[in-house]
Every structure is written in structure tokens, then in C-alpha cells.
């Protein structure tokens, strides 16, 4: 049997898709050296998660991306329903006023159109910029690479690290082990963590990225069901493609036939169009709506992320969003512990966090496919934060709208755009309307202003993740508080 190399690997992530890549960047920046393995030969290929929420589009900002996803997509198209090959009228995909309000502190006020495997093309490429350049600014050493066509079938942890199996190939020897390889993750079966949830909804749905002749590209064509046993179907444009993605659900029992021939009979039997005017089908699937929740997020040193850890009915464009999260909030915790000295109990801290985030967004999609929530101010994500974690600290007598814990607004302090002083792996100490200790930390930027809304007035130590983790209204506390990171005046 092919034995792990030598050389110990600081990260493997199981997984080639957003959360993958997404962790892979935020740790390349850090210097972690990490692996990448996917078990498919590529990348891939469909667009099954395409809107990116506004505080993704944060996260991605931050990750060095924000250029290139906003020149591959576009703001959702408005909804135009059909009937009987009529224009009856425009839907709301979501409410752009609730969606503005959220986001009244964000630079991102609507969700934005991306397919996914174009985001994973993204996330792919500046993976490969980070580790061509390990000595840059962003990446001071380390390295790494993807690896395709590696399916993995066990692993085996011990106090020093993991050893991850293959069906064919070397084993992979890792200090930690993260698995984002999907809803049917091997690592999370090999750990033998299971998941609790339920079916959404027994029918089963067609989602495919097909080439259609006769629609426009300027609405998202919504075809009605038109009886009992029939079920209904969208197809909307994919900005920056040729592609529509077309869904269609069936009644319960349905076979779902992927083919063109069985696409094309699906189109021109819900819609006026003929079965030649789709011209190609790029990828199609087949699938039925879940909500599950792993019973743990981690074990010992392997952790789960993405599907792996939670599995989202696609209503309200959820399940992409929550796992990019998971990444970007494992992702400086694995930096601290491996390249700056914090304790490894830190790492302890992503289920405490995560895991009610994903039931809370768990909650909010099944809501949205059942008819109970709106898309809106519950789906942009903004709002969600950490106030009950164990490394949330708020010493202020008297607190204001901006809390320990919270999402740090996306604000200008005298010029300065907070979000430009964050971008980056740094930790960041704002000073607003008092007097700003002296920090000799090389990890932690100072930015001096004054107070004014929403923040008030106080020291906010903002995290890597763009939440606040400490606040109050002198630096008394803050030297034991950065103490906890390894980050010592």
C-alpha cells in the first residue's frame, strides 16, 4: 500500500468547490501550506449555485476576487411569468427595498448573478496567483495545489495529525483535514458523523444550463404549472454566458429524464416554445430538496464545511453563501493556529459559531421553498453575527448600535473606508473619538477617527472575518483579549 509522504501537509481540504477554493485562498494568503483534492477530474461544470448574496460579495471583496465576479455576472433579471404563451405580468424575485434597508451599510445592495462554475473559476485562478507567488505581499510563504481525480476513501487521525487514504494514489499526511466534498461527503461518512434533517419537498426537480432560441435574455421566464400534474418551470438567463438555467419540478415518482430529447419535451410542453428551440444542453442534474445538519462540525482534527456540514433547499440562495461563510471564518483560525501561535482550542470555535448560523439559514431556506419567508432583509446575510461566542468580548458601559460580535459595517471614518483598512489577513483596531493605545503588534492595523454613527464612540478590534471580537470604551482588557490570539503587545 502507497504510504503519506514525509513531508507533513499543514491543510488538506477535501473538495474542489466554493468552499474549497474559497478556504484554499484565504489560507494561501496566510502562508498555510495546503492541498487541495477533488475527486472529479475538473472543476465543476454547472450553475447550480448562482446568486451571491451581499455579504458574500463582502467575503469575496476581501479574498482579492471582487474585479473579476463582478465583470462574470450581473443583478438578477426581473421575473416575467407566462401563460399560454402570453406576458401576464413581472415578479419580484425579491424585495429590492427590504434587500436595500439590509444593506444600507454594505457596498452590495442587491444579490449578485454569478454561475457557479464560474465563482469556482475565479476562486481557481487566484489560488493559482497566490501560490505562484508565495513571497508576495499577500502570501508570505507556503504553497500548494489542487489536485484532481482523487476520491478519497478513509482516513486515520491520531494526536499529530491526519492521514487521508485514496482509491488510487499516495496517502496525504495533514496536521488538520477540512472536508467541503459536498452533501455525500466520504469524510464526513469516514468520520461516521451523521446528519439530521428532512425532505423539503418529495418532487423532484430538473436544473440544467441548456442553449435556448426565442427568449430574451432580459428576464427570468417564469412558466406557471398548469394543472395538478403538472409542475412549474424558470428559465433565466446566465449573465456573462450563452446559458439559461432551466428548472422544472415533476409530480412525486417522476423519473426525471436529464437528456436533451427529454429537456426539450419538458420546455415545449410548459411553454410555447418548440423542442428544437433548446439547442444544447451543457450540464443537467436531477435532485430532490433537503435540509440537513451534521450532528457535529468537527472531529478531532478534520472539520466540516459547506454541504458537508449542511444541505440547503436552493430557494433563496442560501447553501453557497452559508459554506463561502464557513470558509472564511475556519480559514484565519486555521492561519492563527498553525502560522501565528495561537492555541489549538481556537479551532474549537468554528462549530460554536458556525453550526447555529447554519440552522438559522437552514431554516430560512426551507421558509423560502415552502412560501413562508420572503426574499429579502432574512437572505442577504448582513445580519448575522456572533454575539454569543466565547471569543466575543463588549466592555462598553453603555454599548451602541454596533456590538461585540457583530458584523462590522462597511463605513467611512474620516476619509477612510473601513473595509479598505480590513481588506486583508490582518486583525484591525478602530479608534473612534478616543484615545488610541499604543500597539506594537504586526498583525493587528490601527485606524484612528472620530465617533459617529453607527459605531459610536469606543475601540473596536475587528477580526479577520470583518467581525467585531472585542469593544469597549478605554483598552483596559485589550492586551489580555489579544493574549488569547498570540498576539502580544
Same mark, same amino acid.
Given at each position: 500500500?502507497?504510504?503519506?509522504?514525509?513531508?507533513?501537509?499543514?491543510?488538506?481540504?477535501?473538495?474542489?468547490?466554493?468552499? %474549497?477554493?474559497? *478556504?484554499?485562498?484565504?489560507?494561501?494568503?496566510?502562508?498555510?501550506?495546503?492541498?487541495?483534492?477533488?475527486?472529479?477530474?475538473? *472543476?465543476?461544470?454547472?450553475?447550480?449555485?448562482? +446568486?451571491?448574496?451581499?455579504?458574500?460579495?463582502?467575503?469575496?471583496?476581501?479574498?482579492?476576487?471582487?474585479?473579476?465576479?463582478?465583470?462574470?455576472?450581473?443583478?438578477?433579471?426581473? %421575473?416575467?411569468?407566462?401563460?399560454? +404563451?402570453?406576458?401576464?405580468?413581472?415578479?419580484?424575485?425579491?424585495?429590492?427595498?427590504?434587500?436595500?434597508?439590509?444593506?444600507?451599510?454594505?457596498?452590495?445592495?442587491?444579490?449578485?448573478?454569478?454561475?457557479?462554475?464560474?465563482?469556482?473559476?475565479?476562486?481557481?485562478?487566484?489560488?493559482?496567483?497566490?501560490?505562484?507567488? !508565495?513571497?508576495?505581499?499577500?502570501?508570505?510563504?507556503?504553497?500548494?495545489?489542487?489536485?484532481?481525480?482523487?476520491?478519497?476513501?478513509?482516513?486515520?487521525?491520531?494526536?499529530?495529525?491526519?492521514?487521508?487514504?485514496?482509491?488510487?494514489? !499516495?496517502?496525504?499526511?495533514?496536521?488538520?483535514?477540512?472536508?467541503?466534498?459536498?452533501?455525500?461527503?466520504?469524510?464526513?461518512?469516514?468520520?461516521?458523523?451523521?446528519?439530521?434533517?428532512?425532505?423539503?419537498?418529495?418532487?423532484?426537480?430538473?436544473?440544467?444550463?441548456?442553449?435556448?432560441?426565442? *427568449?430574451?435574455?432580459?428576464?427570468?421566464?417564469?412558466?406557471?404549472?398548469?394543472?395538478?400534474?403538472?409542475?412549474?418551470?424558470?428559465?433565466?438567463? *446566465?449573465?456573462?454566458?450563452?446559458?439559461?438555467?432551466?428548472?422544472?419540478?415533476?409530480?412525486?415518482?417522476?423519473?426525471?429524464?436529464?437528456?436533451?430529447?427529454?429537456?426539450?419535451?419538458?420546455?415545449?410542453?410548459?411553454?410555447h416554445l418548440a423542442p428544437e428551440d433548446v439547442t444544447e444542453v451543457r450540464w443537467a442534474s436531477e435532485f430532490r430538496p433537503r435540509a440537513a445538519l451534521a450532528d457535529r462540525f468537527h472531529s478531532g482534527r478534520v472539520f466540516l464545511a459547506g454541504d458537508a456540514a449542511h444541505v440547503h433547499s436552493p430557494a433563496g440562495g442560501q447553501g453557497l453563501n452559508t459554506s463561502v461563510q464557513d470558509a472564511y471564518n475556519l480559514g484565519w483560525k486555521l492561519g492563527a493556529v498553525l502560522r501565528g501561535g495561537a492555541p489549538a482550542a481556537l479551532l474549537d470555535t468554528y462549530a460554536e459559531e458556525r453550526r447555529p448560523i447554519a440552522a438559522q439559514m437552514l431554516g430560512i431556506s426551507t421558509g423560502v421553498h415552502r412560501g413562508e419567508v420572503r426574499r429579502g432583509a432574512a437572505t442577504v446575510q448582513l445580519g448575522l453575527g456572533y454575539r454569543g461566542s466565547s471569543l466575543t468580548k463588549d466592555t462598553r458601559a453603555d454599548a451602541g448600535a454596533v456590538r461585540a460580535g457583530d458584523r462590522a459595517p462597511d463605513t467611512t471614518i474620516d476619509g477612510v473606508r473601513l473595509f479598505d483598512a480590513f481588506r486583508g489577513p490582518h486583525w484591525t483596531l478602530v479608534a473612534l473619538g478616543t484615545e488610541t493605545p499604543a500597539l506594537d503588534v504586526k498583525s493587528v492595523h490601527v485606524v484612528q477617527g472620530s465617533a459617529q454613527q453607527p459605531h459610536g464612540k469606543g475601540l473596536f478590534l475587528v477580526r479577520p472575518d470583518g467581525y467585531v471580537g472585542w469593544a469597549g470604551d478605554s483598552a483596559a482588557g485589550l492586551a489580555e483579549y489579544l493574549a488569547r490570539f498570540a498576539l502580544r503587545q
Open positions: 500500500m502507497s504510504r503519506a509522504s514525509d513531508a507533513v501537509i499543514d491543510v488538506v481540504i477535501v473538495g474542489a468547490g466554493p468552499t %474549497g477554493l474559497a *478556504l484554499g485562498v484565504d489560507l494561501a494568503r496566510r502562508g498555510v501550506n495546503a492541498v487541495v483534492v477533488e475527486k472529479a477530474d475538473g *472543476l465543476f461544470p454547472g450553475s447550480r449555485g448562482k +446568486g451571491l448574496q451581499p455579504r458574500t460579495m463582502e467575503v469575496l471583496e476581501d479574498l482579492g476576487v471582487l474585479d473579476a465576479i463582478l465583470a462574470a455576472g450581473g443583478p438578477y433579471p426581473a %421575473g416575467m411569468i407566462w401563460r399560454d +404563451g402570453e406576458r401576464v405580468g413581472e415578479h419580484r424575485m425579491f424585495d429590492a427595498d427590504e434587500v436595500k434597508e439590509a444593506a444600507a451599510d454594505s457596498a452590495f445592495t442587491e444579490p449578485w448573478m454569478v454561475p457557479q462554475w464560474r465563482t469556482q473559476e475565479i476562486l481557481f485562478a487566484r489560488l493559482e496567483e497566490l501560490w505562484g507567488s !508565495p513571497r508576495s505581499s499577500e502570501a508570505e510563504s507556503g504553497g500548494g495545489r489542487v489536485e484532481f481525480g482523487r476520491e478519497v476513501v478513509g482516513l486515520d487521525q491520531d494526536e499529530d495529525g491526519v492521514s487521508v487514504r485514496f482509491a488510487s494514489g !499516495p496517502e496525504l499526511r495533514a496536521r488538520y483535514v477540512v472536508a467541503a466534498d459536498g452533501g455525500r461527503s466520504a469524510v464526513r461518512r469516514a468520520l461516521g458523523i451523521g446528519m439530521t434533517g428532512e425532505t423539503v419537498d418529495p418532487k423532484p426537480v430538473l436544473v440544467s444550463d441548456v442553449r435556448i432560441s426565442g *427568449l430574451d435574455r432580459d428576464n427570468w421566464h417564469v412558466f406557471p404549472p398548469r394543472g395538478d400534474d403538472d409542475g412549474y418551470m424558470a428559465i433565466c438567463p *446566465l449573465t456573462g454566458t450563452e446559458d439559461f438555467q432551466l428548472v422544472a419540478q415533476f409530480p412525486e415518482g417522476t423519473a426525471v429524464d436529464v437528456s436533451l430529447d427529454g429537456i426539450r419535451k419538458v420546455a415545449a410542453a410548459r411553454s
